[in-house]
């Protein structure tokens, strides 16, 4: 018998809430979480404004001995880890099922961005005998999965992967398929990123990537609009639970939506442009689809990476056309991004869940600042206001510096 591969839990920790429920109710309801920089003095910065987590104790999830032994993005992955489990009905410590049979896959984009400022700091106005000797298993990608999967117990697959903003997608991704090819019954997957310091907005400063619109941040992530500028950095965690569709049903656990497909391609083309005619993701699309075994048609809702840079939004909105055809102009489509800021490798995590909301409560969440419509970007992508809609299948996309393309499928349940 074919494994089926289900979702049971989720998980977030996100600027425009600390939880599933709080991002769902900010996103159908149009609340952006950008605002000016509070970490550290920004003034000196081309951008001065991001997605930072707020209200966030992490002394709620771990001791403060333990929280100091870890960067910034294991922390959000922690807190969005147990909520994904309690979501999912299972213990903290797993004594309810098998725990040689879960595994976990929790990437980040770039890690331990906070431990690598704050230690060579230290090199440089200390000296070498000054640094932390928990400096690397601090900063290394890795460790946010290294860090549940030690917490919970989980002995089955364990690693990180590292795509860029295509992270957390890659990450489910590859989850659906340990699950469905029978390695393991239950992972725990997404992503977790902490980059909103100093060395990590100049480096993305000096890409000029980024937003300028210092003096009116609720307004400056403007996916698919003809006045977009660049994207806004955010930070946090979104974690999910997929399981064995039989394995959830035996222990009665709520099923929230079903993976269905997943596509992954590149495109040989360059470290940060995408591929004209985003040309690697439309292959990825299809190759979702086949897996999936479904018609451009039945898509209902997509979630695109819609970062707000005017070359993504121009070669997404391209393959989207390209792998859908004329259905393209009637599917719903909208960038989450311009209320959460761009989470970079936690981003996947935090839209596939997005998706499995749109898929329960058939409410499609808006494109906010959309007010100049780009010839280049012609198609529906949601402007302003959440639109009801009943949806089956929903799609996220996630594209990452160095052509890495990822696409979910999600199908409702």
Sequence with gaps: MERRVVITGTGVISSVGNSTEALWDALINGRSGIGQITRFDAAGFRTQIAGEIKNFDVSEFIPPKEARRLDNFCHYAIAAGDEALNNA??????????????????????GGMDTI???????????????????????????????????????????????????????????????????????????????????????????????????????????????????????GAGVLVLEEYEHAKKRGAEIIAEVVGYGTTGDAYHITSPAPGGEGAARAIKQAMKHAGITPEQIGYINAHGTSTPLNDKFETAAIKTALGDHAYKTAISSTKSMTGHALGAAGGLETITCTQVLRNGIIPPTINYENPDPECDLNYTPNEAVEKEVEYAMNINLGFGGHNGVIILKKV
């Excluded at 009905?89 to 770039?110: A, K, M, Q, T, Y």
């Excluded at 300028?212 to 609720?218: E, G, M, T």
């Design 89 to 110: 009905g299972l213990s903290l410590n797993l004594d309810n099922v098998n725990p040689e049979n879960v595994g976990v896959i929790v990437g980040s984009g770039i």
């Design 117 to 235: 400022e704050k230690q060579a700091n230290v090199l440089f106005e200390k000296g070498p005998s000054k640094t932390s000797p928990l400096m690397i298993p601090m900063l290394i990608v890795d460790m946010a999965s290294g860090s549940l999967s030690m917490r919970y117990g989980a002995k089955g697959p364990n690693f990180g992967i590292v795509s860029a903003c295509a992270t957390a997608c890659h990450s489910i991704g590859e989850c659906f398929w340990i699950v469905k090819r029978g390695d393991a019954d239950i992972m725990i997957t997404g992503g977790a990123e902490a980059t909103i310091t100093q060395l990590g907005m100049t480096g993305f400063c000096a890409m000029k990537a980024m937003s300028q619109r210092n003096d009116d941040p609720l307004a400056a992530s403007r996916p698919f609009d003809k006045e977009r500028d660049g994207f806004i950095m955010a930070e």
